[in-house]
């Protein structure tokens, strides 16, 4: 197991195209989080899974974004008509889910350039 | 609402010269922070958090309930310690749990 891993690394898109980002977790990881990084900003919390249940959304994900687990394996994170204000780094990280004070391991994240 | 607040944008040291990281919360339970550190290259990876009381290459931070802080310190800080460096707070509404990052410190050691 080499880690949490995030495809594809770099996207670049035409504002109002569809775009999506997979994110494979470590294997027995139960929690599944995703992130969104601006340039000069800290990780910024948008959704997180426990298993397969989408538990908690911040308001930073808008009705164009939506994420899925659905075997409560690997995650996606879809972005619909997407604009420039879309474009920055997006984590995902993952952790055993036993409590709240789990470490969480972070991929190497999707950067998405909005043209 | 729960924020964290890091002051300083870049921190420049001396190797050799003591580190300190500051950190400050908001929020009204129990918090659980946690410093996440970024390499050159590398991915985010946790440093240390509050609950283990733990010393991780010669980092500590202490818990200030009073004072609503978490700073990082070092007492002698090495080259190889230069990195971006996140406080991060978990908190709880609803029974789900919520992260919030600091903006980072960019912390770089002069040889």
């Known amino acids: 197991d080499t880690g949490v891993s995030q495809n594809p690394r770099h996207k670049i898109t035409k504002r109002g195209q569809n775009v999506t980002f997979r994110c494979d977790p470590i294997s027995e990881h139960n929690r599944l989080y995703w992130y969104r990084q601006t340039l000069g900003q800290g990780p910024e919390f948008l959704t997180y899974f426990q298993n397969e249940a989408q538990l908690e959304k911040s308001r930073l994900l808008s009705d164009r974004f939506s994420a899925e687990r659905p075997k409560g394996s690997f995650s996606t994170l879809e972005i619909q008509r997407t604009e420039q204000g879309d474009s920055a780094m997006y984590l995902c990280?993952?952790?055993?889910?036993?409590?709240?004070?789990?470490?969480?391991?972070f991929g190497p994240g999707t950067r998405l350039t909005v043209l | 609402a729960q924020r964290v607040t890091q002051p300083e944008k870049l921190l420049s040291v001396f190797k050799g010269a003591p580190v300190e990281l500051k950190c400050n919360y908001s929020y009204s339970g129990s918090p659980e922070l946690f410093w996440y550190v970024q390499y050159s290259r590398q991915r985010l990876q946790l440093l240390l958090r509050h609950i283990s009381r733990e010393s991780i290459k010669g980092f500590t931070a202490d818990l200030n309930k009073g004072e609503t802080s978490f700073h990082l310190k070092k007492p002698f800080a090495q080259e190889e310690d230069s990195a971006m460096y996140y406080c991060a707070l978990t908190g709880h509404s609803g029974g789900y749990q919520k992260v919030t990052f600091g903006t980072g410190t960019k912390l770089q050691v002069i040889p």
């Open positions: 990280a993952s952790s055993l889910g036993q409590d709240s004070t789990d470490t969480q391991y």
